[in-house]
Every structure is written in structure tokens, then in C-alpha cells.
């Protein structure tokens, strides 16, 4: 009987503390490859605003900004990423409003031969219905969303927002997709597109909110 005893107190520490030590592991790992990355650069202003995601606060000349720590730092591998808000409005058979809903939008490399973003979000295995963005001005909603404003792959959506300079933002773009990401925040209103596009619709020609190192 002691032995017993032991032996199964022993099992469940153990598998308590793998579980636990997992959870965690992965919950690092989850919020680096969404939101963190392992290094992140960004504007000093437009980091103590941060969770408003200021993009009038957002750095410009990225690509100049790119190639230096690039070459700086050639071991990780560095993302151009663009973080905004902004309404989407669908459109019903007449043109007029049908639905409309508040997204968190992320503007990331998905169409590039180079990229590893789809990759490292798990969009291809996260995808629902249809298929992933393969040319300019096609985004990926998520699931929960589109089921809210009623709209599905293959239907046009319109952005409503602000730009860079402070003025309104409307920008049509086709929905590819549907993703699930198993997180509640996420799920609930987001919209991923191409950050060319996402650059061209917020008036933010080679500017960017931040630059994630992994």
C-alpha cells in the first residue's frame, strides 16, 4: 500500500508539473508568435500608446529600418507588421449597408515568395472555409465575425478607418477565407490582410507600426 501511495502521488506531481510547464511554454511561444514576437521595435511614441495602436505615432523609411537590422542582426528573422481598428461595413445585393461590426485588424506579409507569417500564425491549418489571400486587396476573417455580418468567402467587405494622416480611411477589399483561432479575443473581430494593402488603405506608403524579431 505505501508503495502504492508513492507511486501515484509521484505519477500526478510529475504529470501536473509537464502539464502546467506546457501550458505555459505554449502560452509564450502563442503570444510571441501573434503579438510579442521575441524582439519588437517600434517608436518610442508610438510604444507608450501602443494599445491604442496609434499609426500616426508609426515609424517610416521601414524599408531602411528592415535592411539595418537585417544586416545587423542576420541570426533572427524580422516581420513587418501593421496593427489596426476600424469598422467593417457589408454591403447587401443593392449596395446598402446589410451588417456592420468593429474589427482589430493585423496588416502582415502574406504574399511574399520569403514570407513565414502564414507559417507562424498556422493560418493554412486554421482556415475554416475558403481559401488563403493569393493576390492584393484579399483578407481573411474570422470565422465568429463572419458569421456575425453574415458574410462569406467570395463576398466584398469595406474598411472604415483612419489613415496615418489623420483622415478617413474606406478601402473595399474581397473576403479569401475564414480562419479559428481558438482564442476568444481573436475569434470575436479580426481581419488579417496583406500589409501592402493594409499600407495603401491607411495611407502608410512604406511605414509600419512595429518590426517583430523571432
Not at 478601402?171 to 479580426?190: E, H, I, P, R
Request: no cysteine; aromatic share 6%.
Amino acid at each position: 500500500l505505501p508503495v502504492i501511495v508513492v507511486a501515484i502521488g509521484v505519477a500526478l506531481s510529475v504529470f501536473v508539473h509537464a502539464y502546467v510547464t506546457g501550458i505555459m511554454g505554449d502560452l509564450v511561444e502563442q503570444t510571441a508568435r501573434f503579438s510579442g514576437g521575441h524582439v519588437k521595435v517600434m517608436s518610442e511614441a508610438y510604444a507608450e500608446n501602443a494599445s491604442q495602436m496609434p499609426n500616426d505615432l508609426a515609424m517610416t523609411d521601414i524599408g531602411e529600418i528592415s535592411r539595418k537590422l537585417e544586416n545587423n542582426f542576420p541570426e533572427m528573422d524580422w516581420a513587418t507588421r501593421i496593427n489596426f481598428g476600424g469598422l467593417i461595413d457589408v454591403p447587401d445585393e443593392n449596395g446598402e449597408t446589410k451588417s456592420q461590426g468593429f474589427a482589430r485588424g493585423k496588416g502582415i506579409d502574406l504574399l511574399s515568395e520569403k514570407t513565414k507569417e502564414p507559417q507562424r500564425l498556422n493560418l493554412a491549418n486554421s482556415l475554416v472555409r475558403g481559401n488563403m489571400p493569393a493576390k492584393h486587396n484579399e483578407v481573411l476573417l474570422s470565422e465568429d465575425f463572419s458569421r456575425k455580418l453574415d458574410v462569406n468567402p467570395g463576398e466584398e467587405i469595406t474598411l472604415i478607418g483612419t489613415t496615418m494622416n489623420g483622415g478617413m480611411a474606406f478601402y473595399n477589399f474581397k473576403v479569401s477565407g475564414t480562419v479559428k483561432f481558438g482564442n476568444t479575443a481573436m475569434d470575436k473581430g479580426t481581419v488579417m490582410a496583406d500589409i501592402t494593402d493594409v499600407q495603401q488603405a491607411l495611407d502608410m506608403q512604406n511605414a509600419a507600426g512595429e518590426i517583430l524579431g523571432f
